[in-house]
């Protein structure tokens, strides 16, 4: 059965990864880095989810946190708010007027991104399910 964090990151990965992609290449326009990131954060939220479990918390919680606040910036920067400065000495090219490491400010793509976050930060948040189990205690043997 399908949970519902592995749902949300085959949704992910394959709506605004596999088929972004896709698209993309047949318009021969290239893998842009906002499909990339798309694509490999899908992929690595199938991959924690499946196979590295005990990752699986902090990834969500990670890559929440990270779309969250860039779609949040987006959301702010498209009614005018320019919170968005120069180029930070650290990280050249990592900021500029329309996008934040990649992934873009504008309203379509900031309302996606903080939807896909705060699904990751809802899933990395929430409290792990109690596994039942009914114990049975046998009679000792009456001596």
Known sequence: MLS???????LWFLLFG??????????????TTETLW??????????TGAFIPSLARPYDLVIGLL??????LGILHNFGLNLVGQPSALAPNA???SAILGLSLSLPYAL???????TSLSHG?????????VSVATPTAAG
């Open 67 to 72: 779309f969250t606040a860039v779609g949040l």
């Open 18 to 31: 596999v088929i972004s992609a896709l698209v993309s290449v047949s318009k021969e326009e290239g893998i």
């Open 95 to 97: 900021i500029d007027g």
């Open 112 to 118: 996606i991104h903080t939807v896909l976050g705060l």
């Open 38 to 47: 798309l694509l490999t954060a899908g992929l690595l939220g199938l991959v």
């Open 4 to 10: 519902q964090r592995n749902t949300h990151y085959w």
């Open 125 to 133: 948040l929430r409290a792990k399910s109690a596994v039942s189990h």
